[in-house]
């Protein structure tokens, strides 16, 4: 898939957009836009990590897996951020399992290239370590808000973030695949999302989300939703996309 002028001139990742000109032009001739299809393995744990990823409205899940095969999501990465984190950290393999949740389209870039981009030092290092000190405050925060906070505040958090990231109050979602992603039975998450949808904030209908009342739901969600976006904003100057209320 070729990139064209505008995708270019106009990145779609807010990691990217927010470089300055001369760094980005350098990534440019080392990007590609590849489609991420639903359930694509990004990289796989104790896999070494080839490529890198800076999707665009794509929502790509984090998740650790038990001996048991149960899976729990440590970490959500969509246009605020890049997938395959670990490369510039030292090392190209992890625990974690990347795989896409929401299908869309990403840059995707040789991880070799990135880190010997991030070895130079520069706008690029110091962007990089921001956003890896944001998404440390996403998993500090999500660990918490997971052993606290009720299972609707934490469904209504984890909706508002997805539909931030990619910019649209609809979007597709199995409730199976939401008790994966919270590490709770489905029983448990009909009966939050009934709870929510009886209160008007959203409704479901075959596996798709549409969110009715957002003002409501940011009400009902925990404090952890705006701790997290708030990190975002202060660390890498940039705001996931609010729809408009």
């Known amino acids: ?3 064209n002028k505008n ?3 106009q990145p779609a990742n807010n990691l990217l957009a927010v470089l300055p000109p001369a760094d980005y032009e350098r990534l440019v001739p080392h990007l590609k836009l590849v489609p991420l299809p639903l359930k694509k393995v990004l990289y796989e744990a104790g896999e070494p990590i080839a490529q890198v990823y800076f999707p665009n409205k794509a929502v790509v899940s984090i998740v650790t897996t038990m001996e048991d ?3 729990v999501e440590v970490g959500i990465v969509s246009n605020e951020g890049m997938v395959g984190m670990p ?3 030292g090392d190209d393999t992890t625990t974690t399992t990347a795989f896409v949740q929401i299908p869309g389209v990403a840059m995707q870039m040789d991880a070799d290239i990135l880190r010997s981009e991030f070895n130079r030092g520069g706008a690029i290092q110091s962007l990089l370590l ?3 000190q944001a998404v440390y ?3 500090a925060q999500g660990v918490a808000c997971n052993r606290l906070h009720k299972l609707e505040r934490r469904l209504a958090r984890w909706l508002l973030t997805v539909s931030d990231r990619l910019e649209s109050e609809e979007f597709p979602l ?3 695949f939401i ?3 919270l590490g709770v039975r489905r029983a448990g998450v009909t009966e939050a999302a009934n709870i929510l949808s009886e209160a008007g904030m959203i409704s479901y209908h075959r596996g798709q989300i549409n969110i009715l009342n957002r003002e409501a739901l940011e009400k009902t969600s925990c404090e952890c939703y705006q701790i997290i976006e708030n990190e975002f904003v202060r660390l890498l100057g940039n705001k996931p996309n609010k729809q408009e209320k």
Do not use: H
Request: net charge negative; charged share 10%.
């Open 7 to 9: 995708a270019l001139e």
């Open 137 to 139: 405050t996403q998993i």
């Open 130 to 132: 921001r956003y890896v």
């Open 87 to 89: 490369v510039i950290l």
């Open 179 to 181: 008790s994966q992603m």
């Open 174 to 176: 199995t409730q199976e």
């Open 69 to 71: 095969g149960s899976t």
């Open 1 to 3: 898939m070729l990139l």
